[in-house]
Every structure is written in structure tokens, then in C-alpha cells.
């Protein structure tokens, strides 16, 4: 989901182009590289902080045996996804200032793309999916048969976003053919509008998932509520205080993942290849931006993939902690 080169712009009349000099590439017989911009700058630092903090979550999720739950398993196709798009980004920026770019390049560059948002929104929905069920079957979710059709379902999406992601490579592209292009070339409208109302409706059923969350956490609270009585008054309180807790971290992440997806997903569907690039890279942007969010978001504040973390940096302090609080174990 790449622009090329000589469509971008932030003023389409005149041609300006934030990664590109004015100067045409055809104005010379030989190639020169671009000198570096400021967009240039901030494209290979975003795309390096994601493929980083992604392969750090993937690595300790892979490297750790004790993570092998269905969520754990989520997290991890999550990451994946996310370090793909931070390489996506990475090799674009290469692509524009380090090599002399192709259609090739752009193929590439853009299928990969669209696998990793394909199998990061697809993740993201899973991640969504398992906690639901999570709360409705808490005594038989996170069996051995969870995590088994967890990894079908995740071979499912991965085989379909590598199908979709290869699209253009495949000759679903409008390179010769700038009539039938859409706001992100190479790709065509006809497959962009398909792409993003697939996006669309993989948001409406994650957002279905979390308000079905919702009303289980609700029915959960009801019943805690008639037995009140029952628990100490500490108990009752530390309860409210962490349904409070959950709900905000629900909004937060709810609002995060729709401003993400949202705005490019409606652009998609409405744009097309005369619209003013800066538009498409105000509402793009967000979206792989998300692939920064995430691991924040969802796997960072996972308590067990913390505690390997902590354990991985601080190995002789937490062996110290553990000494101290469990002697009878050591």
C-alpha cells in the first residue's frame, strides 16, 4: 500500500513531493538518490522502533515455554504482523533514497504492507475473540483444544493475508494503467475498496466481540454485587476499583484501535487516484501506526510477558526477589 514516488505530494498542482526533489527522475540519463528529508527521516525511525519493539515481543513469546496459551499465541501473530510492516517501511525507505526504485520495488513493498495490516487487524480481532471467550468459558478456555484451534484459526489468517498480500504482485495492480489507480499505487481501486471494506467489516465485528466482552463483564459484576454481602468490605471495594480499572483500559483501547483503522479504511472506499495525496498519508499514517500501539497496548501490559522481560534485563535482581519471597521454594 505504497505511493509512488511521483504521485505523492503534499500540493498536487504543483507536484511537490515530501520524499522526492522536483526534479524528474526522466530529466537525467542516470539515476541519482534523492537527498534525505525530514519525511524521509521520520519513515525509517518509525519503521525501525516497530520492527524492534515487535521482534523484542515475538522473540520472549517464542523463547518462552510457560507462553504457550491461546492468548499468548495471539500476541505473537500480532507481533509478527507488526514486524513485517516496520520492515515494510524500513525497505521503502530504502527504496526511495538508497536504490533506484522499480515496479518491482513498489510490488514488493507494497504486498508486504498489505500482509502485515491484513494479519495485524486479523490478529487484533483474535485477541479480541479470545478474551471474549476467555470470560464466557472461563473452565474450559486455554485447554489444549483452545490453543489448537487458535492455531488453525492463526494459519487461516496468515495463508489469507499472504493470498491478499500478494494481489499485486499477482497482476493486481495498476502500473501502465494510472486510469484505474487508487490513492495508494500501485494498487487499484477495485482492489483497494475490496481491501478496505474488508477492514471495515473485520472492525465491526471486533467491536461486536467487545461490547459482547462488555456484557459478560457485566453479568460478572451483577452477580458479584447479590453476593456482596458475603465478602469482606476491602474485598468488595479492591472489585469496583478493578471493574474501573478494566472498563477505562477497554475504552482506551477501543478508541485507539478505530482511530487507527477508521480513517483509512472510509478513505480507501471513497479516494481515488485524483485525490490529494496528503490525505492519503493523513489517514495511512494512523494505521500503521497501530503497529506501534500494539505491543504497548496489548502485549507489553500482559503481566506473564512482563515478568519474562524483567526476568530477561534484571536476571540477578529477580532471583534475589525470588529468594526473599518464597524461601521454601528454593
Known amino acids: 500500500m505504497i505511493l509512488n514516488a511521483s504521485d505523492l505530494g503534499w500540493d498536487e498542482s504543483s507536484g511537490s513531493d515530501p520524499f522526492f526533489p522536483l526534479d524528474k527522475l526522466e530529466s537525467s540519463p542516470e539515476y541519482e538518490v534523492p537527498p534525505l528529508t525530514v519525511w524521509g527521516v521520520a519513515l525509517c525511525i518509525s519503521g525501525t522502533l516497530i520492527a524492534t519493539e515487535n521482534a523484542i515481543v515475538v522473540t520472549t513469546i517464542l ?5 504457550r496459551a491461546p492468548v499468548f499465541l495471539l500476541l505473537a501473530s500480532l507481533g ?3 514486524l513485517l510492516a516496520g520492515v515494510a517501511l524500513i525497505l521503502h525507505f530504502l527504496f526511495l533514497f538508497c536504490v533506484e526504485p522499480s515496479d518491482w520495488s513498489e510490488l514488493i513493498t507494497s504486498g508486504l504492507l498489505v500482509t502485515s ?4 487487524l ?3 480481532m483474535g485477541v479480541a ?5 476467555s470470560l464466557s468459558n472461563a473452565l474450559t478456555y486455554g485447554s489444549s483444544q483452545s490453543r489448537n484451534r487458535a492455531a488453525i484459526l492463526l494459519l487461516l489468517v496468515w495463508v489469507g493475508a499472504c493470498i491478499i498480500g ?3 504482485a499477482m497482476g493486481w495492480h495498476c502500473l501502465g494503467m494510472p486510469n484505474s489507480c487508487s490513492v495508494a499505487r500501485p494498487l487499484t481501486r477495485t482492489y483497494l475498496s475490496l481491501l478496505c471494506g474488508g477492514f471495515l467489516v473485520v472492525v465491526m465485528i471486533t467491536l461486536q466481540l467487545y461490547a459482547g466482552i ?3 463483564a457485566r453479568r460478572h459484576a451483577h452477580a458479584i454485587a447479590t453476593q456482596r454481602h458475603f465478602l469482606p468490605a476491602n474485598h468488595s471495594y479492591a472489585s469496583k476499583h478493578s471493574s474501573g480499572r478494566g472498563f477505562s483500559r477497554l475504552i482506551l483501547v477501543l478508541s485507539v484501535f478505530v482511530g487507527c483503522w477508521m480513517p483509512f479504511s472510509l ?3 471513497l479516494g481515488d487516484a485524483s485525490s490529494p495525496p496528503l490525505y492519503t498519508y493523513a489517514t495511512l499514517v494512523p494505521a500503521a501506526g497501530s503497529s506501534l500501539l500494539n505491543p504497548i497496548l496489548y502485549s507489553l501490559r500482559n503481566k506473564d510477558i512482563r515478568k519474562v522481560l524483567l526476568q530477561a534485563c534484571c536476571p540477578h535482581r529477580y532471583t534475589q526477589n525470588t529468594h526473599i519471597n518464597y524461601p521454601a521454594d528454593v
Open 166 to 168: 500478494a494481489g499485486p
Open 267 to 269: 478513505w480507501g472506499l
Open 214 to 216: 462488555c456484557r459478560v
Open 129 to 133: 475473540l479470545d478474551r471474549y471467550l
Open 80 to 82: 509478527l504482523a507488526d
Open 122 to 124: 486479523c490478529s487484533l
Open 117 to 120: 495490516l491484513t494479519a495485524s
Open 63 to 67: 523463547a518462552t515455554p510457560s507462553l
